[in-house]
């Protein structure tokens, strides 16, 4: 048996639930905005703020990392880890952006189902990793990857369908352009957290 008395730094832990916490802010307020649509260069502006916390998370772990002797998992897997859910931020940031940048006056159904599927795997993975901590929870962990994995196929069935509702409307050609960058960037929003949640799933096996 191997035994070490040398602590492990359980910052880590705190730097990434803040990030899956923050990431989780940012999914209901992009929840919120295409379901009461309105404000949306405020809405722009909160949502950089929110991106912008979540690029300090990162900067304290890629800070933090050289400077720990023993981390709590494997070093790669937590700069991926804070990677993924950084990049599902900023595709909802992203998201945001072009509702501003191509004057979205309307929104359509399956950027609120998309927005909806977003906040439901952001929470699945905020909790996730809130339990990636206690070992006795890993049960409950693989579970939430994976509802995480269900609802990115549905993020995939969603956006296949709003892709063919815009070709099938396709005289109006700006629509089409505008439309499918959006729905392309929030489903690529529920890729990312799927990606997350495949990580943690690498970590518990590793620590099983």
Same mark, same amino acid.
């Given at each position: 048996?191997?035994?070490?008395?040398?602590?492990?730094?359980?910052?880590f832990f705190?730097?990434?639930?803040?990030?899956?916490?923050?990431?989780?802010?940012?999914?209901?307020?992009?929840?919120?905005?295409?379901?009461?649509?309105?404000?949306?260069?405020?809405?722009?502006?909160?949502?950089?703020?929110?991106?912008?916390?979540?690029?300090?998370?990162?900067?304290?772990?890629?800070?933090?990392?050289?400077?720990?002797?023993?981390?709590?998992?494997?070093?790669?897997?937590?700069?991926?880890?804070?990677?993924?859910?950084?990049?599902?931020?900023?595709?909802?940031?992203?998201?945001?952006?072009?509702?501003?940048?191509?004057?979205?006056?309307?929104?359509?159904?399956?950027?609120?189902r998309l927005?909806?599927?977003?906040?439901?795997?952001?929470?699945?993975?905020?909790?996730?990793?809130?339990?990636?901590?206690?070992?006795?929870?890993?049960?409950?962990?693989?579970?939430?990857?994976?509802?995480?994995?269900?609802?990115?196929?549905?993020?995939?069935?969603?956006?296949? &369908?709003? +892709?063919?509702?815009?070709? @099938?409307?396709?005289? #109006?050609?700006? !629509?089409? $352009?505008?439309?499918?960058? =959006?729905? &392309?960037? +929030?489903?690529q929003s529920? @890729?990312?957290?799927? #990606?997350?949640? !495949?990580? $943690?799933?690498?970590?518990? =096996?590793?620590?099983?």
């Amino acid at each position: 048996m191997k035994l070490s008395f040398l602590p492990v730094e359980v910052r880590f832990f705190d730097h990434l639930q803040a990030a899956t916490s923050n990431l989780l802010v940012g999914a209901r307020m992009l929840q919120k905005l295409l379901d009461d649509y309105h404000d949306v260069d405020e809405a722009v502006a909160q949502m950089t703020e929110i991106e912008h916390r979540g690029d300090f998370i990162v900067h304290e772990v890629t800070n933090l990392l050289p400077r720990t002797l023993i981390t709590p998992f494997d070093p790669e897997d937590i700069l991926r880890l804070i990677a993924a859910v950084d990049d599902a931020l900023d595709t909802i940031h992203a998201a945001v952006g072009h509702l501003s940048i191509y004057r979205i006056t309307e929104v359509k159904k399956p950027a609120q189902r998309l927005a909806r599927l977003i906040v439901e795997a952001a929470t699945e993975l905020d909790l996730a990793m809130h339990e990636l901590q206690d070992k006795k929870q890993y049960g409950r962990v693989k579970e939430r990857i994976v509802q995480i994995n269900t609802i990115e196929n549905t993020g995939d069935r969603v956006l296949e &369908e709003g +892709l063919r509702s815009l070709v @099938d409307h396709r005289d #109006d050609l700006f !629509d089409l $352009i505008r439309w499918k960058k =959006i729905y &392309e960037l +929030l489903e690529q929003s529920t @890729d990312r957290v799927e #990606d997350a949640g !495949d990580i $943690i799933q690498r970590v518990i =096996i590793a620590h099983a």
